[in-house]
């Protein structure tokens, strides 16, 4: 936890960004009837049966400090979809880093071993050279921004019925660049004194 904290502390640098990274998933619906268009005095009106389209993986990463997110649509989540997310998030977004600070949890498939998996051993050396991993304790995912900014997605933008993938990575990009366009940054507070005083259960103690 201290370790995550003390990385937040630390000011912009544009040669190595902090970014915050998670996924989650999102369930897909189609409708079975056509709804009824909204009218004056009501509102649209949606039929409460479904049909069931599958399951997309989406990948967030969040640079708190600039106020920009990425979030990249997948069929699936297996370490080479994070893979090949993190080689796009190293080569194409941040191309000029000398070093990517990135703070996630430690799911099994959030390794710079999923490089090998993914890609031939020296490109995989080479992209697990470009980051500095932190990880975030057991439980203690409320310390991973990108958990906050999935929160605020999905009340804007995911709490409704998407048909399919594209829709899906249609209206998302649409709400990453209203968001980037904004610079929504998020200020993070909570610093490792916080923690020592709020979370003294937390620690060892030691008798003098």
């Known amino acids: 936890m ?8 630390r000011q912009y640098d544009p040669k190595r960004p902090q970014i915050c990274m998670d996924e989650t998933s999102k369930q897909l619906f189609d409708e079975i009837r056509q709804s009824l268009p909204a009218r004056v005095g009501s509102v649209e009106k949606f039929d409460c049966e479904y ?3 599958g ?4 990948f967030m990463f969040l640079e708190a400090l600039t106020g920009k997110r990425y979030v990249s649509v997948t069929e699936h989540r297996t370490r080479k979809d994070w893979a090949i997310a993190m080689k796009e998030l190293a080569d194409v977004i941040y191309p000029d880093a000398e070093k990517i600070v990135i703070v996630m949890d430690n799911l099994n498939t959030h390794s710079l071993a999923s490089f090998y998996e993914a890609f031939d051993p020296a490109e995989a050396l080479r992209l697990a050279n470009r980051f500095e991993v932190h990880y975030t304790p057991k439980h203690g995912s409320w310390l991973n921004m990108a958990e906050i900014e999935f929160s605020v997605l999905s009340r804007q933008c995911l709490d409704r019925r998407i048909p399919d993938q594209i829709s899906l990575a249609k209206e998302i990009n649409a ?11 998020v200020i993070w507070r909570f610093t490792t004194a916080d923690a020592r005083i709020k979370l003294k259960h937390l620690y060892p103690h030691f008798q003098v």
């Open 2 to 9: 201290e370790d995550v904290l003390e990385v937040y502390k």
């Open 51 to 53: 049909q069931r389209e």
């Open 55 to 58: 399951v997309a993986n989406l």
């Open 175 to 185: 709400w990453q660049n209203d968001r980037n366009d904004l610079s929504v940054k």
